[in-house]
């Protein structure tokens, strides 16, 4: 019994000398226990900008609409401001946002033209007959062909001329008693354009020529032919017109909006689509003074030298012209990526720093000038300042989803996540002449396959409004239509097919045939909506597609449509104003 006690008094004093070796310190716990809040106290939480549902560890796509998953800190609330959205430099990293500081700069306005290239107007002539006759034959008989002067370029049957051939054949034999009538007879042959060397082989052959052969004036082109083998030409009139093309005009459209910026003596930039990867430039000798009321542009006017006969009169030319603006040196210049607008108000996102890591906040900028891919502030933004240029809409979606005050939301509260009363037609209208596109939902392939003819159909009628062909439109609205009707509903699963539901009914609903070409006109700018949010959700084509804009369309409120080609073919106006119009985004 004693050896028993012993033995259990040994062993409670071993464990207990144990227990205390490898106890762990009170600081040391708390030290651990500091450690794993802090850790969990960083980590972020991913989920959807328009899914707000989903929550997941890890970076990733949305399980419902496939978009790229967006991190939001688990620890805002102990945020300095409660308006700041935090994000780790590996957040950022994975949402693709990027910033730059704000800095001082001359302001350089880009000014994007159109135009295309003409002959010279100062080297364009008429070919006419010097007398009257029957054309016995044309030997320029084609619109291109090439002439040279002194060639012969007809031959007529005159009878004046063979009268005047007989009294040159008199006062020859006549020239030593009345010289002066063979002086005269030459002369009037002369005044008919014979050359010197015409009027002596008459003399020197003795005979009386029926079918003169007419001599080109000019060299150059024929660019057109007035008349032909038979007719009876008077003298005066003209056989063909030639324009001599070693020097051409590249005439640009400047529109009203943009005549302030642009100056004879500018320096332009050109792109010819024939020559792919090749700048031409030129500068300005001439702008129109007065505004074509029926197009509204004034034509600028660059000469340049086609002594090669490379460019062809007709090619479309894209023209930019850096504008130099007189405004302060110092003017603060941010690219447009990094401006978010509504129409009314506009926004940044400053980057900012604290102890508990880097933050963004939203900051509202009065815009100046646009000078093409970047805006001038006016105020709002300050030499220094670090603002994200890439992945605003990122920011944005995460500054929603935590209640915060957003481009969206300007007074923070519950997120509009698109899928409530605020969304039109499957995307987010930021106002009249800007939309922004709604989410994208992942289709199948047969789903897709299924709504291109209703692209190619939109396209048909896009180009037939831009050629103001009403019976063209017509047909494509019933065309439209009727690939709308033959899509499978089938075909579209989940949430997708209530989506492809309100796009069939707004599109269905939104066309109808008219007499009248702007009715149809006026109908485009909705359908256009509606096709550009099914653009935005869908993406089913394989090829690039335009958003292109026209500020005046739409009564000057302005209206955006598709088009597969990056070159304007404005459907709201047609010939009357057929390259008005910008591109907006591209989607591919």
């Not at 004093?13 to 227990?19: A, E, R, W, Y």
């Not at 716990?29 to 939480?45: F, G, Q």
């Amino acid at each position: 019994m004693k050896n028993k006690l012993i033995l259990i008094t040994l062993t409670l004093f071993v464990g207990g000398l144990i227990g205390w070796l490898i106890k762990p310190s009170s600081n040391d716990a708390m030290k651990e226990e500091s450690t794993h809040l802090h850790e969990e106290s960083n980590d972020e939480i991913w989920t959807c900008s328009m899914h707000p549902q989903i929550r997941k560890n890890e970076p990733g796509d949305c399980p419902i609409c496939g978009m790229d998953l967006i991190p939001i800190s688990v620890n805002q609330d102990y945020e300095e401001s409660p308006d700041a959205i935090r994000m780790s430099p590996t957040a950022m990293q994975l949402a693709n946002i990027q910033t730059a500081i704000v800095s001082k700069g001359s302001a350089i306005k880009h000014i994007r033209l159109t135009g295309k290239i003409a002959p010279d107007e100062r080297a364009t002539y008429a070919q006419t007959s010097h007398i009257s006759g029957r054309i016995e034959q044309l030997i320029i008989n084609y619109t291109g062909e090439s002439v040279k002067k002194g060639q012969v370029v007809a031959a007529l049957y005159s009878p004046e001329l063979v009268t005047a051939q007989e009294e040159l054949f008199i006062a020859l034999k006549n020239s030593d008693s009345q010289p002066e009538l063979l002086r005269a007879s030459k002369e009037k042959l002369k005044n008919w354009k014979l050359t010197e060397d015409q009027i002596n082989e008459l003399i020197r052959s003795g005979k009386i020529i029926d079918q003169f052969p007419v001599l080109s004036d000019l060299n150059g082109f024929v660019t057109q032919i007035k008349a032909k083998r038979g007719d009876y030409i008077k003298q005066g009139e003209i056989f063909y017109e030639v324009a001599d093309l070693s020097k051409l005009w590249v005439l640009l459209d400047i529109y009203e909006r943009d005549l302030a910026w642009i100056n004879k003596g500018d320096q332009v930039n050109f792109e010819i689509k024939a020559f792919v990867n090749e700048t031409f430039t030129g500068k300005i000798n001439f702008i129109d003074p007065i505004i074509n009321p029926k197009t509204r542009v004034a034509k600028a006017r660059i000469e340049i030298d086609n002594s090669n006969l490379k460019l062809k009169p007709e090619m479309l030319v894209t023209a930019t012209i850096e504008s130099n603006l007189q405004l302060n040196e110092n003017a603060i210049i941010v690219p447009k990526s990094a401006v978010m607008w509504t129409g009314e108000r506009s926004v940044v996102y400053v980057k900012t720093s604290s102890v508990s890591g880097l933050h963004f906040l939203m900051r509202e900028v009065d815009l100046g000038v646009s000078l093409g891919e970047s805006y001038i502030i006016k105020n709002g933004l300050s030499e220094g300042d670090e603002i994200a240029v890439n992945g605003t809409f990122s920011i944005d979606a995460a500054a929603q989803l935590a209640g915060k005050r957003s481009m969206m939301n300007p007074e923070g509260g519950k997120m509009n996540t698109g899928h409530n009363h605020g969304q039109e037609g499957g995307s987010m209208i930021m106002d009249d002449s800007k939309e922004m596109e709604s989410e994208q939902t992942v289709l199948n392939t047969p789903a897709k396959t299924a709504l291109i003819p209703i692209y190619e159909n939109y396209f048909k009628l896009k180009d037939a409004l831009a050629e103001d062909n009403l019976l063209a439109a017509n047909q494509a609205i019933i065309d439209f239509k009727k690939s709308i009707k033959t899509v499978d509903m089938k075909l579209f699963k989940d949430e997708a097919h209530q989506v492809w539901m309100n796009f069939n009914q707004e599109l269905r609903s939104g066309l109808n045939e008219a007499k009248d070409i702007e009715h149809i006109r006026n109908s485009f700018v909705s359908v256009s909506k509606t096709m550009i949010g099914m653009n935005g959700t869908f993406q089913p084509m394989n090829y690039p597609i335009y958003i292109q804009h026209c500020p005046m369309a739409n009564n000057n409120k302005g209206a955006n449509w598709l088009s597969k080609e990056k070159e304007i073919m404005n459907p709201y106006f047609g010939s009357s104003m057929l390259n008005c119009g910008e591109i907006k985004k591209e989607s591919k």
